[in-house]
């Protein structure tokens, strides 16, 4: 399996920007389709974002389009997550996510490899 590692995450005020990052090690990145879910306390984890080996299928939840985006560089094994205009309904903790193969979804069952999370907290 793929390891996983997020970063980027913090304590940003409602309408700001924050940028999250995956560092993936361990196999072959672009073997990989790689997704972002969120989990808020009391919540079941929720879908953000996905993205084949190319970029050129990508996926968002509906709560977060037009707001966020995801990309990936497949030379640095990274996968990342930019986050404009952000509310206090998007605190959570954000994981990455990564599934071998050209598309597996978005439902979380479908995702084999999973970071430990980086905490984004949006204050009002």
């Known amino acids: 399996q793929v390891q996983l590692v997020e970063s980027g995450g913090g304590l940003v005020q409602a309408g700001g920007s924050l940028r999250l990052s995956c560092a993936a090690s361990?196999?072959?990145?672009?073997?990989?389709?790689m997704g972002w879910f969120r989990q808020a306390p009391g919540k079941e984890r929720e879908f953000v974002a996905v993205?084949?080996?190319?970029?050129?299928?990508?996926s968002y939840g509906d709560s977060v389009k037009g707001r966020f985006t995801i990309s990936r560089d497949n030379a640095k094994n990274t996968v990342y997550l930019q986050m404009n205009s952000l509310k206090p309904e998007d605190t959570a903790v954000y994981y990455c996510?990564?599934?071998?193969?050209?598309?597996?979804?978005?439902?979380?069952?479908?995702?084999?490899?999973w970071g430990q999370g980086t905490q984004v907290t949006v204050s009002s």
């Open positions: 996510a990564a599934s071998p193969g050209l598309w597996v979804g978005t439902m979380t069952t479908n995702f084999r490899s």
């Open positions: 993205i084949n080996w190319s970029g050129s299928s990508i």
């Open positions: 361990g196999r072959t990145f672009s073997n990989y389709v």
